[in-house]
Every structure is written in structure tokens, then in C-alpha cells.
């Protein structure tokens, strides 16, 4: 049996983690001297009220190794082949720990650590379709080839309400920061190569800009594979949600629409508001 494991930059949920049996390791986020665990005990709400009494982002970091390796090594106990999904390696020290547990227990022929080379249910997407040929009986070289062969054509993408997470995370100057709220610039950021690069940049109100964001996807999103979209956000109001959901409805291609919450990790980065679509390219 292969077990699928990722960590929590997943952003999937326990709903959809339970519906594909899939396990997570959580990263850390630190408010302060305060440390919590992504997806256990700290929401994103938390973390948004302290960003703004204290001006500042939540610290995060990859998994302890030894909990790591206490995971991996109960499965292979257990009889099983492992798995595992992380964040891209770009932007998190989560893989290189992953790895570092398959050296420590000498198990390289029975656990494949995915770069997954993307955020958010970008990895989501790549997740669930290990899960899927796993819970088929596929091995685990199997699902290894076919994953590597899908992590190119997954596309996440999102845009931002506020551009002073960024900024206080050190991924904006001020200035930018500043002319973006007073003008009202919301900047669609793409996950490219394992890296984030700010591509466009749209203004007006954020509902407007959202939409605007979808429909330029559009030649994308009605080839893209059918199986499932993801809408995932960081907390954007149930209209804006709705809007974006009802015009993917009305392309009449995917089987299943999702919506998800960002957990703590990226919505500490992103701040609230931020909304994505997410999907794998390359079905006609």
C-alpha cells in the first residue's frame, strides 16, 4: 500500500485530507515567541490580528526532523510505501527535511519526496492525484512517474487585496506597498519554476479585479483537466467567492469546483482577501 503525506502548505483541509486519506505534517508558524502548528492550533484570523497589532508577518518554518522521521517511520512499520508532497523547495526548507529523514532511516526504495515546486493547492492538485492512484492500487514508482509528469501543467496563480503582507515580509518595497493601497493595485502573482513573480497588475475594487483575473484565464480553463478547479483564498468575502465560482460553473468543464481556506503558512504571507484558481493544463 503507498500512503500519500503532505505537508500543510497543502492547504486542502482536514475534509478533503480525510476524503483522500491523506496524512499532514505541519509547519510551524510563530507569533512572537508564541510557536503553533499550521492546520492544528492556529487559524489564519489569529495570525492576521497579530500581523497588525504588532506590524509585523508571523515567522514560519518546515517541520522538526525528528517529527518527521517518527511519521515516515510508523508507515514503514506498518507496511507501507510513502509518498510525500512539500512546498517548493524555493521557498521552504520543508523538502530538504523531508529528505533528510529518508537518509536517516535508509528507506530511499520506499519513500519519494515530491518538490512539489508549488504553494498552496497548487500542491493540492498534485496530492490528491497520488491519493486517487494509490487508493487504485497503483506502486509507488507508478504515481512517482505520473506526478513529475503533472507538476508542470499545474497552474496556481492569485491575486492580492493588500500589498502590506508583502511588504512585511520583505517581498515589496514600501513605496509599492503604499502607491498599491492608495491606488487600489491588486497584482496577480504566478507560481512559475517553483518561484513567485508578480506578472500583472490590475485596479479598481477587488471583486471587479478578481473576475477580471478569472476571465484572462479562460483559454487556459477550458482546456485544463477536468477533473477539479480549486478556488482558494485567504478569507475573501462570500460574494467574491461566489462570483468566481458561478463564472468557472458556467464554462461547463470541470467536474468539481473546490473551495478552500489558505492555512496558516500562506495566509500569513499573502494576508487576507487573497484569492487563487488552481487547476492542471493540458486536456483538450
Known amino acids: 500500500m503507498v500512503k500519500v503525506i503532505s505537508d500543510s502548505t497543502s492547504d486542502l483541509g482536514r475534509s478533503l485530507m480525510d476524503r483522500y486519506d491523506v496524512e499532514m505534517i505541519p509547519l510551524h508558524v510563530y ?3 508564541e510557536e503553533y502548528l499550521d492546520g492544528v492550533n ?3 484570523d489569529q495570525i492576521y490580528r497579530w500581523a497588525d497589532e504588532h506590524n509585523t508577518t508571523p515567522k514560519t518554518s518546515a517541520p522538526n526532523l525528528e517529527d518527521v522521521i517518527g511519521v515516515f517511520d510508523s508507515h514503514l512499520k506498518a507496511g507501507d510505501d510513502l509518498i510525500v508532497f ?3 523547495s524555493s521557498m521552504s526548507s520543508s523538502y530538504n527535511v523531508c529528505r533528510l529523514a529518508v537518509e536517516e532511516l535508509e528507506a530511499a526504495d520506499r519513500i519519494k519526496i515530491i518538490d512539489s515546486a508549488n504553494l498552496s493547492t497548487g500542491v493540492g492538485l498534485l496530492v490528491i492525484e497520488a491519493a486517487i492512484m494509490a487508493s487504485k492500487g497503483q506502486d509507488l514508482g507508478a504515481i512517482e512517474e505520473q506526478i513529475l509528469k503533472y507538476r508542470p501543467l499545474v497552474r496556481a496563480s492569485f491575486v492580492v487585496d493588500t500589498l502590506v503582507y508583502l511588504y512585511r515580509g520583505g517581498r515589496c518595497s514600501g513605496l509599492a506597498a503604499l502607491a498599491g493601497s ?3 493595485i491588486h497584482p496577480r502573482i504566478v507560481v512559475e519554476n517553483g518561484a513567485m513573480r508578480s ?3 490590475y485596479r479598481g475594487s477587488l471583486d471587479k479585479s478578481i473576475l477580471t483575473y478569472v476571465q484572462d484565464m ?4 477550458v482546456r485544463a483537466k477536468k477533473d477539479r478547479v480549486f478556488i482558494t483564498h485567504s478569507g475573501c468575502e462570500s460574494h467574491i467567492v461566489d462570483q468566481v465560482r458561478a463564472y468557472l460553473s458556467g464554462l461547463e468543464r470541470f467536474d468539481e469546483i473546490i473551495e478552500t481556506r489558505a492555512g496558516g ?3 500569513s504571507h499573502c494576508g487576507p482577501a487573497t484569492l487563487g484558481v488552481l487547476f492542471i493544463a ?3
Open 42 to 44: 492556529i487559524s489564519p
Open 31 to 33: 507569533l512572537g515567541e
Open 182 to 184: 492608495a491606488l487600489k
Open 282 to 284: 493540458g486536456e483538450d
Open 199 to 201: 506578472d500583472r497588475k
Open 218 to 221: 479562460e483559454e487556459q480553463l
Open 86 to 88: 512539500t512546498v517548493s
Open 265 to 267: 503558512v500562506i495566509s
